[in-house]
Structures are given as C-alpha cells and as structure tokens.
C-alpha cells in the first residue's frame, strides 16, 4: 500500500479537501490540517499504518501530517482523473458508500479514505515528529526492521502464549493474523508455546523468517481475502501460497499430516501439530 501510494501521490498538492464524516478524524478536522493547501512530500509507514506528510506552500511553518490506520475493512482509493467521472455514485452524494475523506489533488485526481465497519481511522498532527511523539511510540519496532535483541528482550518478559505475543503491535508493530500463523509454522513453534520459553538463538531465527516472509508477502501485494488490495484496487498475490492460514482441514505442506484449528488470543489459528509440537 506504502509503495503503491508514493507513486501516484509524492509531488501533488492537495488543492481540496471532502470530510464526510468528522467522526473518523481524531484531533483537528479543519481542511488544513487534512493537508489542503499541502504538498504531499512522503509517505511513511510503521506497522500497519501510514502517514502522509505535507509541506505548506510558500511557508515552512505550515507542516502537517495525516495518519491512516485502514482498521479490517479501510482503503485508499487513488483515483485519476480519468476514472472519477465512471466511479461517481449518484445515491451517495457522488461517492461510493462509506467514503469518509477525499482529497483532491492538483492534476484533479482524488484520494479516497473509505471505512464500511469504521475499525480505522485518520488522526491528524502538526508534523511528524508530533505523530512519533503522540502516537507511534506506542508500537514496536516495525517488523521489517526489528532486531533479534530487542524481540527477545520483549518476549522474554512475557508468559503469554507466542502468537499472542506476536500479535500486540506494542510487542512487533506490522504483525497480522495470516502471517504470524505462517511465520510460526516456517519458525516450527506451536503458537501456544510460552513466549519466555523461547532462546536467543529461536527468537533471531525467527526475525530473519519474519524479514523473508513480509518481503516475499509484499513483493506479491500482500493477501487478499476480502478487503485488502493497493492503492489502484489491485488485489494481492501472496495468500496463493499461504501455507497454513486459511487451510485447517487441509494436508500440511511439509508433512501431510492434517492441518489443525483452534483460537488463540480471540484469533482463529491454524497450524500443524506434528511440524509444530507443543513444547
């Protein structure tokens, strides 16, 4: 979604600004804070939400920066200039249903945040460093970038079970359902293991799986089940090769045995009980 983004939106200015619905914007909600009248000079990323950072014309002091957290049913939608006229929709006031923020960009191209189950939302700053300092710090170190000292120390510290752990985003920030099942099973650890039980040696085999699997999952636009797709509305590849998310009942690609369901941490969890026994 990050990289998607960049593309089409880094160098335009966001000339308007359709706020919808107030309630999914946290903090100011004035067009200005929503980055009107900005340059749209980047696009951040940390876990599983984004930012887009915007420079005020003509006066540095006019920074400002819009955070996204698409929740389980969010998108960004860019839109060309081309394509808006076909996806209008007269019974909502010109937009799709759900369709809670648009931005209007130079080129008139619009970017489109849309929310049906409103588990998401956009909280605006006045620069990055507002968004690090008031938000972000909260989350872990992004997966991508984590190291094995610093999930060890995190995991070491806790008795919950691996997969809870994996999942709180203050632990790991990036980490979702599908691919904390699919990096335990190439891992072989039960997802219900105590975390503390876990050595140096596991937890930096694990991070190296972790960077491997998110690189393959993003080289492929991540795993469309239902909402997910990139910026254009492309849907992702990687859950053609979902080894155990989604396949409970199915044989195990590593031994044939028959892929197991139970629910961790609220969460329905696959995996295979002889490749990832209990400890």
Known sequence: MRQSLARQVVGRTVRSVALRRSDMVHGRTTCAALLCGHRIHRVL????????????????????????????????????????????????AGFPPHTHVVWVLDDTSELRFADPRRFGGIWTFSSDHALYRERWHRLGADAMVIKPSQLYARLSRSDRSVKAALLDQSVVAGLGNIYVDELLFRCGLNPLIRSSQLDAVCVRDMVRRMRRLLSRATLLGGSTLRDHADSSGRPGRFQTVHRVYGRGGQPCPRCGDELCTTRVAGRTTVYCRACQPPA
């Not at 984004?50 to 389980?72: E, F, K």
Request: hydrophobic share 35%; glycine share 14%.
């Open 45 to 92: 990323r940390h876990g599983k939400q984004l930012a887009l950072l915007g420079s005020g014309t003509g006066d540095a002091r006019r920074n400002g920066c819009v955070c996204v957290h698409l929740g389980m049913s969010g998108s960004l939608r860019f839109i060309r200039p081309p394509d808006i006229a076909a996806r209008r929709m007269p019974q909502s």
